[in-house]
């Protein structure tokens, strides 16, 4: 398979919040022991990542994509980010105040914060960003997560507080977007034309420095940054559209790190030269695929034949062979090991002689002997759908087909363009069933994806899910504050949702990265490894770039 | 002369717009909305968010509408806007288009000082080892898949050798580089792009130049010269190569569109930043705007190089007047 | 014939059977997947011929039936381009004129187009499958047979017997498709030959950017795509496809130019 360039699915594309937020924001974690202990940092050697595909609009609100907002995360910050284990903390707000029941947040924003071209960091930089998000001339395409914010208020120039129409209970995890410069942008028209959407001025560890355009970004250390300068010298992202030549770049050193295919993690890693320059990490990523069934097709409203389709699904021979074993069975919605998820949710573990059964007592048999079963002279045919460019999704395709076969159900695979696919057949709601996956944000509002109202066309709950309790649930879960309340409240949603079973939830897969070894500091932790990316270093006798 | 030259470029212009529409009609005629390429299934992103991207690019008008609106912009040499990045497509177009020219360029100029001498040796000693050899490699280059050939060449040479870099068109760390060091690593960088994009060509051109020398050599004005006594070097580089060369001038300027279509596939391969690359990756995107500018612009070059072959065929054969022609 | 001939037919005669009789010649079902991994990316072996992929499946079997996709798509886009070229060569050739006109601007529209460019729109755009795939290469690939056949019917209508046909009030579609037509195929078959080979590499080209066959539906041009990922630890999973590609371009190109010089008199005088 071709590895095609920006398209491998709603991983790449999905939550821009969970990108920033979760994985590079956190890359400002200061640790401040560390800071103490080592008094001067010092910055040395480049790290060049890379990745598929090109950057497109290096503001924060606008980008959409992994690569640009990654990039923005070390150029902007936000109010608040998280830390390691994924608690939210301060960022240019060292601290902060919920009043009236949630319906205001007041922050205390840092003094000593200035912006790469010098000046001063206020409260009128915040007010600025969230007006221009949520003035609907702007086109943000985030501004609904915004929406509950009546008014905003600037107490003095280092405090500042947003009055809510309604608590919402995300709101702090999405102070994490990043802040822009008023002073910069107050007077130009179009933002998302303007020449700071390809050389932006942030806050941020990181300075602009460069970009060739489908070539490589870099970014240069900025000696002032308030926690402490960062200990590499130059962040480049190079763009290598081919991911088997992205393997072969970080074999032979061009590259200074990529994310591996389990593959490559297995087979390809264990050559001398491998093992004595690069390290290879592995944590949960905050991602799962699933099989969907369209609930408006007379053959999956009935939950009989929904469960023995889940029964017949062996999930541990589709990670052996699809990840190699890289990846955690799944059975909802929310991340395996957070409060969110249930462990006790029904699971389906693979249990043909069961599905066996189910089946019989929905009355399909297979009465002409020819393998496949019946049901008043229908078959038992199922088109399974998924977008092409995604290996690991048509290889999971072509087991569950075999793995159907064997119960007598005959599966179709179609695999379809990603564009033609999503405006065809997800959004029109033509189809049976559809593999794909959800990114998993930091915070658990699922309101987006399992809520009725979200059903209509357009909408992301394309199979078109209806449960009355589940949408109570989900109401509440959004306003609740509490978080023990609030994780009661998801994992009732997960046993719900399990349990009614209109998606097969098929694995969590593991992030796979692999870093050259002549970083140091990288500490994995359930954030990943990015979220301390200032505290890595480089000795100095192994440094490879010297400027 | 400069009547044909005005008279091909005037007629440019209805090409340019016969294609544009053809692609216009295919990419609307299929299902998929750039807006959900843009935003695909993100939960985060509001409902509201994909209307107005639509609104904002026109794509909620009517194909026609939307075509005339392209034309109407093109007119005036603006092909809008990136539905990626918002990016001018003419300045994506533009920071790529250097790249995709001197590999070109340089493949070119290595076909052509390649294959001539290969086929004019072959020619002379034919049947000997050398053009036996060379009628194998000729075969083969017609005949293999040059993307295999490229990976191979980053295989052999890249990866197990470690003779030349794998990909890209020079390390990120070249602009803090002197001039002199850079020109070094542009041409290192260069060497297997180039290759894997000259070989197929190289083929038919140095099997050319070997039939035309054969047909040439047979010409009663050559025998006329050799049995005046001429030096044999003399009979070949004045009569022989000179009239040899003539139809391989046109054949330079036909394989134009085979090297740009190869571009699409190489540039991917080898990571070079030309507009190959970027026209695959905006087909992949759905990217209309900037498909619509790779599509013209590539076409447009196409036929400048035609253009260009003719007149140097002008220029190599005196004997051709272009306002006879026709 | 001449050897590189001989050599040509025997070659595609082997695919073509092996094609026909896939399930016979195939020691595995090709889509049969083993997912143990002592299974998987195996090398040749007594067993496996040509390797297992990294589904465990027979590489060789999925060769065989991927010879099927690859020769039929590589005869009947040329057939789609036959088609048309002949027709609008002939029309065009026959009448000249205004139709002459038309066609050949047409023509020259397509040969200064990059047309891997407008192929991959249409596949990406149209959907990729091996209709699609085959009805693309052929509409795009007819322009050099339409010059073609365009020439032989200049020459050919002033001969006597187009003469005394339509003397004869024989009605133009017959004197084109039953007089000229037979008589002007010659240079027609060589080209149409070439063109299948290369045809088979614009399929395998695709299959290679993900735009073609679809798997697991194998094709020579999407073994070699998924063995692209494997390239520098399983070889042989890009070889075979590489080679039988190569082998099978080169057989219809060493029959096109035997064709050559058995139908072109001038040309073999002077071997």
């Given at each position: 398979?071709?590895k095609?360039?920006?398209?491998t699915?709603?991983?790449r594309?999905?939550?821009?919040?969970?990108?920033t937020?979760?994985?590079f924001l956190?890359?400002f974690?200061?640790?401040?022991?560390?800071?103490?202990?080592?008094?001067?940092?010092?910055?040395r050697?480049?790290?060049?990542?890379?990745?598929i595909?090109?950057?497109?609009v290096?503001?924060?609100?606008f980008?959409?994509?992994t690569?640009?907002?990654?990039?923005?995360g070390?150029?902007y910050?936000?109010l608040?980010k998280?830390?390691?284990?994924?608690?939210?903390?301060?960022d240019?707000a060292?601290?902060?105040?919920t009043?009236?029941?949630?319906?205001?947040?007041?922050?205390?924003?840092?003094r000593?914060?200035?912006?790469?071209?010098?000046?001063?960091?206020?409260?009128?930089?915040?007010?600025?960003?969230?007006?221009?998000?949520?003035d609907?001339?702007?086109?943000c395409?985030y501004?609904?997560?915004?929406a509950?914010?009546?008014?905003?208020?600037i107490i003095?120039?280092?405090?500042?507080r947003?009055?809510?129409?309604r608590?919402?209970a995300?709101?702090?995890?999405?102070?994490g977007?990043g802040?822009i410069?008023a002073?910069?942008?107050?007077?130009?028209?179009?933002?998302?034309?303007?020449?700071?959407?390809r050389?932006?001025?942030?806050t941020?560890?990181?300075?602009?420095?460069?970009?060739?355009?489908g070539?490589?970004?870099v970014?240069?250390?900025?000696?002032?940054?308030f926690?402490?300068?960062?200990g590499?010298?130059?962040?480049v992202?190079r763009?290598?559209?081919?991911?088997a030549?992205?393997?072969?770049?970080?074999?032979?050193?061009?590259?200074?790190s990529?994310?591996l295919?389990?593959?490559?993690?297995?087979?390809r890693?264990?050559t001398?030269r491998?093992?004595?320059?690069?390290?290879?990490?592995?944590?949960?990523?905050?991602?799962?695929?699933?099989?969907?069934?369209?609930?408006k097709?007379?053959?999956?409203?009935?939950?009989?034949a929904?469960?023995?389709?889940a029964?017949?699904?062996?999930r541990?021979?589709?990670?052996?062979?699809?990840?190699l074993?890289?990846?955690e069975?799944c059975?909802?919605?929310?991340?395996?090991?957070?409060?969110?998820?249930?462990?006790?949710?029904p699971?389906?573990?693979?249990?043909?002689g069961r599905?066996?059964e189910?089946?019989?007592?929905?009355?399909w048999?297979?009465?002409?002997?020819?393998?496949i079963?019946?049901?008043g002279?229908?078959?038992?045919?199922?088109?399974?759908?998924t977008n092409?460019?995604?290996?690991?999704?048509?290889?999971?395709?072509?087991?569950?087909q075999?793995q159907?076969?064997?119960?007598?159900?005959?599966?179709?695979?179609q695999?379809?363009?990603w564009?033609?696919?999503l405006?065809?057949?997800?959004?029109?709601?033509?189809?049976q069933?559809?593999i794909?996956g959800w990114?998993?944000?930091?915070d658990?509002?699922?309101?987006s994806?399992?809520h009725?109202?979200?059903m209509?066309e357009?909408g992301l709950?394309?199979?078109?899910?209806?449960n009355?309790?589940?949408?109570?649930?989900?109401?509440?879960?959004?306003?609740?504050?509490?978080?023990?309340?609030?994780?009661?409240?998801?994992?009732?949603?997960?046993?719900?949702i399990?349990?009614?079973?209109?998606y097969t939830?098929l694995?969590f897969?593991?992030a796979?990265?692999?870093?050259?070894?002549?970083f140091?500091?990288?500490?994995?932790a359930?954030a990943?490894?990015?979220?301390n990316f200032?505290?890595w270093?480089?000795?100095?006798?192994?440094?490879?770039?010297?400027? | 002369?400069?009547?044909?030259?005005?008279?091909?470029l005037?007629l440019?212009?209805?090409?340019?717009?016969?294609?544009?529409?053809?692609m216009f009609?295919i990419?609307?005629?299929?299902?998929?909305?750039?807006?959900?390429?843009?935003?695909g299934l993100n939960?985060?992103?509001s409902?509201?968010a994909?209307?107005?991207?639509?609104?904002m690019?026109d794509?909620?008008?009517?194909?026609?509408v939307?075509y005339a609106?392209?034309?109407?912009?093109?007119?005036?040499l603006?092909?809008?806007?990136s539905?990626?990045d918002?990016r001018?497509?003419?300045?994506k177009?533009?920071?790529r288009?250097p790249?995709?020219?001197?590999?070109q360029?340089?493949?070119l100029?290595?076909?052509?000082f390649?294959a001539?001498?290969?086929g004019?040796?072959?020619?002379?000693?034919r049947?000997s080892?050398?053009?036996?050899?060379m009628?194998?490699?000729v075969f083969?280059?017609?005949?293999?898949?040059?993307f295999?050939?490229?990976?191979?060449?980053i295989l052999?040479?890249?990866?197990?050798l470690?003779?030349f870099?794998?990909?890209g068109m020079?390390?990120?760390?070249?602009?803090y580089?002197?001039?002199?060091?850079?020109a070094?690593?542009?041409i290192?960088?260069?060497?297997?792009?180039?290759?894997?994009?000259?070989?197929?060509?190289?083929?038919a051109?140095?099997?050319y130049?070997r039939s035309?020398?054969?047909?040439a050599?047979?010409?009663n004005?050559v025998?006329?010269?050799?049995?005046?006594?001429?030096?044999?070097?003399?009979?070949?580089?004045?009569?022989?190569?000179?009239?040899?060369?003539?139809?391989i001038?046109?054949i330079m300027?036909?394989?134009?569109?085979?090297?740009?279509?190869?571009?699409?596939?190489f540039?991917?391969?080898?990571?070079w930043?030309?507009?190959g690359r970027?026209?695959y990756e905006?087909?992949m995107?759905?990217?209309?705007?900037?498909?619509m500018?790779v599509g013209?612009?590539a076409?447009?070059?196409?036929?400048?190089g035609i253009?260009?072959s003719?007149?140097?065929?002008?220029?190599?054969?005196?004997?051709?007047?272009?306002?006879?022609?026709? | 014939?001449?050897?590189?001939?001989?050599?040509g037919?025997?070659i595609i005669a082997?695919?073509?059977l092996?094609?026909?009789f896939?399930?016979f010649?195939?020691?595995h079902?090709?889509?049969?997947?083993d997912?143990?991994?002592?299974?998987?990316?195996?090398?040749?072996s007594a067993?496996?011929?040509?390797?297992t992929d990294?589904?465990?499946?027979?590489?060789?079997s999925?060769m065989v039936?991927?010879a099927?996709?690859?020769?039929?798509?590589g005869?009947i886009?040329v057939f789609?381009?036959?088609g048309?070229?002949?027709f609008?060569?002939?029309?065009?050739?026959?009448?000249?004129?205004w139709?002459?006109?038309?066609?050949?601007?047409i023509?020259?529209?397509?040969?200064?187009?990059?047309?891997f460019f407008?192929?991959m729109?249409?596949?990406?755009?149209?959907?990729?499958?091996?209709v699609?795939?085959?009805?693309v290469?052929g509409?795009t690939?007819?322009?050099?047979?339409?010059r073609?056949?365009?020439?032989e019917?200049?020459t050919?209508?002033?001969?006597?017997?187009?003469?005394?046909?339509?003397v004869?009030g024989?009605s133009?579609?017959?004197?084109i498709?039953?007089h000229i037509?037979?008589?002007a195929m010659a240079?027609?078959?060589?080209?149409?030959?070439?063109?299948v080979?290369?045809a088979?590499?614009?399929?395998?080209?695709l299959?290679?950017?993900g735009?073609?066959?679809?798997?697991?539906t194998?094709?020579?041009?999407?073994?070699?795509?998924?063995?692209?990922?494997?390239?520098?630890?399983?070889?042989?999973?890009t070889?075979?496809p590489?080679?039988?590609i190569?082998?099978t371009?080169?057989?219809?190109?060493?029959?096109?130019?035997g064709?050559?010089?058995v139908?072109?008199p001038k040309?073999?005088?002077?071997?």
């Open positions: 398979m071709s095609i360039k920006n398209r699915g709603v991983f594309r999905s939550l821009f919040l969970l990108k937020v979760i994985f956190i890359v974690h200061a640790d401040r022991r560390g800071f103490t202990q080592q008094e001067a940092w010092v910055s050697d480049a790290y060049v990542s890379s990745g595909g090109d950057a497109r290096l503001i924060p609100f980008a959409d994509d690569t640009s907002s990654s990039i923005c070390l150029v910050n936000g608040t998280v830390d390691k284990d994924l608690n939210i903390v301060g240019l060292d601290r902060w105040e009043g009236g029941g949630g319906l205001s947040i007041t922050f205390y924003l840092r000593d914060v200035r912006w790469h071209d010098g000046m001063p960091f206020t409260a009128e930089d915040v007010r600025f960003t969230f007006e221009t998000i949520l609907p001339g702007t086109g395409p501004i609904s997560s915004y509950d914010i009546a008014d905003i208020e003095d120039p280092y405090t500042i947003f009055y809510y129409s608590p919402y995300p709101a702090l995890l999405k102070f977007m802040i410069p002073h910069l942008f107050r007077d130009i028209e179009d933002i998302r034309m303007s020449l700071y959407a050389a932006p001025v942030g941020g560890p990181y300075r602009f420095s460069r970009w060739e355009s070539r490589y970004i970014l240069e250390a900025d000696p002032g940054y926690e402490h300068v960062p590499i010298k130059r962040y992202y763009i290598i559209p081919d991911q030549v992205q393997f072969l770049e970080l074999v032979s050193g061009g590259i200074d990529m994310e295919n389990p593959y490559q993690f297995f087979y890693s264990d001398p491998f093992k004595t320059n690069i390290s290879k990490y592995r944590y949960l990523a905050r991602s799962y695929t699933y099989i969907g069934y369209n609930l097709d007379p053959l999956f409203r009935e939950k009989k929904r469960q023995a389709l029964y017949a699904i062996n541990k021979e589709i990670i052996d062979a699809v990840l074993g890289l990846g069975p059975t909802g919605p929310f991340l395996k090991g957070t409060p969110y998820y249930d462990e006790d949710a699971g389906y573990d693979y249990d043909p599905a066996a189910l089946l019989r007592e929905a009355g048999a297979d009465t002409d002997a020819d393998g079963l019946e049901r002279g229908e078959e038992f045919r199922v088109r399974i759908a092409q460019g995604s290996q690991v999704r048509e290889e999971v395709a072509a087991i569950v075999n159907w076969a064997a119960l007598g159900i005959k599966a179709e695979i695999v379809i363009a564009s033609a696919f405006d065809q057949f997800v959004n029109k709601k033509n189809f069933a559809v794909l990114t998993i944000p930091v658990p509002d699922v309101y994806v399992w009725t109202d979200s209509k357009g709950n394309f199979i078109s899910y209806s009355k309790r589940v949408d109570r649930l989900i109401e509440r879960g959004r306003r609740e504050l509490d978080p023990g309340t609030r994780a009661a409240i998801y994992r009732r949603i997960h046993r719900c399990a349990g009614d079973t209109p939830f694995f897969p593991y796979t990265p692999a870093v050259q070894k002549r140091k500091g990288i500490e994995p359930p990943g490894i990015g979220y200032i505290d270093n480089v000795p100095e006798n192994e440094v490879r770039y010297k400027f | 002369m400069l009547r044909f030259i005005i008279k091909r005037l440019i212009i209805p090409m340019l717009i016969g294609i544009s529409f053809i009609v990419m609307h005629l299929a299902p998929g909305d750039p807006a959900s390429m843009r935003y939960p985060e992103v409902e509201s994909r209307a107005d991207f639509s609104r690019y794509l909620d008008k009517p194909v026609m939307q609106l392209w034309m109407k912009r093109f007119l005036f603006d092909f809008g806007r539905l990626i918002d001018r497509v003419i300045s177009i533009l920071s288009l790249a995709t020219i001197l590999l360029a340089v493949s100029l290595v076909i052509f390649v001539i001498p290969i004019i040796v072959s020619a002379m000693r049947n080892i050398f053009d036996r050899v009628t194998i490699l083969a280059g017609y005949a293999m898949p040059t295999w050939l490229a990976l191979l060449l052999v040479f890249g990866l197990r470690q003779w870099p794998i990909s020079g390390p990120w760390y070249t602009a580089l002197d001039g002199f060091a850079r070094r690593d542009l290192w960088h260069l060497v297997l792009p180039v290759a894997a994009t000259a070989f197929g060509a190289l083929a051109l140095s099997r130049t035309s020398m054969i047909e050599m047979g010409e004005y025998l006329t010269a050799r049995a005046k006594g001429l030096p044999e070097n003399r009979v070949i580089i004045v009569h022989i190569l000179r009239n040899a060369l003539l139809p001038v046109t300027g036909l394989t134009l569109p085979g090297l740009i279509s190869g571009s699409f596939i540039e991917t391969i080898f990571a930043p030309g507009m970027l026209g905006a087909i995107n759905y990217d209309y705007p900037v498909v500018g013209v612009i076409t447009f070059l196409t036929l400048l253009l260009l003719d007149i140097m065929y002008a220029v190599v054969d005196p004997r051709i007047r272009f306002e006879g022609k026709k | 014939m001449n050897k590189r001939m001989i050599f037919v025997t082997i695919m073509a092996t094609a026909v896939a399930p010649v195939a020691t079902n090709p889509l049969a997947m997912l143990s991994s002592e299974a998987r990316l195996q090398g040749p067993e496996h011929f040509f390797g990294n589904l465990g499946r027979d590489v060789f999925r039936y991927g099927r996709i690859s020769l039929s798509v005869f886009a789609i381009s036959l048309i070229g002949v609008l060569g002939g029309l065009s050739g026959y009448y000249g004129g139709i002459d006109t038309i066609v050949m601007r023509v020259e529209i397509m040969y200064c187009f990059p047309t407008l192929i729109m249409v596949i990406t755009f149209l959907g990729p499958n091996i699609n795939v085959m009805i290469i509409l690939s007819w322009a050099g047979l339409c073609l056949v365009r020439a019917f200049l050919l209508r002033e001969r006597d017997f187009v003469y005394s046909a339509r004869q024989v133009d579609m017959r004197i498709f039953r037509l037979p008589n240079p027609v078959y060589v080209s149409a030959t070439l063109s080979g290369s088979i590499l614009v399929e395998s080209a299959s290679f950017l735009l073609g066959v679809q798997i697991p194998p094709s020579w041009g999407n073994i070699l795509t998924v063995g692209k990922n494997y390239i520098d630890y399983a070889w042989w999973l070889l075979s590489g080679l039988a190569l082998v371009v080169l057989s219809f190109n060493l029959i096109g130019e064709l050559r010089d139908l072109d040309l073999r005088e002077r071997k």
